[in-house]
């Protein structure tokens, strides 16, 4: 069956360092997402990516974070310049479609990557 | 504030019992309800829920979706010790045609004890 794959699983940085968070999403699916789950947290919404631009980003996504897709298949996060409370599991997740795609725009999620500053 | 909340943030139980989670929201413009199933890291997908009195079915777990109450329930029958979980519930809004960031609640650990 086809996934999401993350990596790494585990990241750990320097306070100040930049990092660089990989997905692959499912093939097929044309819209992806970032979302963050700080420990103990609810997860949340980070940016949303669609046809080579960002199409949604909440307030947590400030100049610190950006998005790429590098190539054809990798879906990339970028922490500028991470700060202690930049730790956290970051999903990445997928869809086939966006808006009211009746069951394909389900977004199915990857196993996340753990970041830790420190 | 919390537009998604969950009741209760957790729950044990022993296997064979019946359980149910509950989920609801305070948004206005409501698109869709989603179940996850987080084990360990990823949350993975178990309904999708946008019409009103509606079951879904998988198993032994079935959600419906109240929207005159805004709200929902997952229901897991016979409970065994791999449905220990944290369940998340999640909502999509309408707006501006958009795809919709899914907004979650904060989660139902639930443990089903042998």
């Known amino acids: 069956e086809p996934e999401v794959t993350q990596t790494p699983s585990h990241q750990v940085t320097q306070m100040g360092q930049e990092v660089i968070l990989r997905c692959v999403p499912i093939s097929n699916h044309l819209y992806f997402y970032w979302y963050r789950q700080i420990l103990g947290q609810k997860v949340e919404f980070l940016v949303s990516?669609?046809?080579?631009?960002?199409?949604?980003k909440s307030e947590i996504f400030d100049d610190q974070f950006s998005v790429e897709r590098p190539d054809g298949s990798n879906f990339t996060l970028k922490i500028r310049s991470t700060k202690l409370e930049d730790s956290a599991m970051y999903f990445c997740?997928?869809?086939?479609?966006?808006?009211?795609?009746?069951?394909?725009?389900?977004?199915?999620f990857g196993a996340g990557t753990r970041l830790s500053v420190l | 504030e919390d537009k998604v909340v969950q009741s209760p943030l957790s729950l044990v139980v022993h296997e064979g019992d019946t359980v149910t989670l509950n989920c609801s929201y305070e948004v206005t413009n409501f698109r869709s309800l989603l179940w996850y199933k987080q084990e360990k890291k990823a949350p993975t997908f178990l309904f999708m829920l946008?019409?009103?009195?509606i079951e879904k079915k998988s198993g032994r777990l079935s959600s419906i979706l109240d929207k005159k109450e805004l709200s929902s329930i997952l229901n897991i029958t016979a409970t065994q010790t791999g449905d220990s979980a944290i369940y998340l519930c999640?909502?999509?809004?309408?707006?501006?045609?958009?795809?919709?960031?899914?907004?979650f609640g904060k989660g139902t650990k639930l443990s089903v004890k042998p």
């Open positions: 997740a997928s869809s086939e479609t966006g808006g009211t795609g009746t069951g394909k725009n389900i977004q199915y």
């Open positions: 999640a909502i999509t809004l309408i707006y501006g045609g958009s795809q919709g960031n899914l907004i």
């Open positions: 946008t019409s009103s009195g």
């Open positions: 990516f669609y046809n080579n631009e960002i199409s949604e």
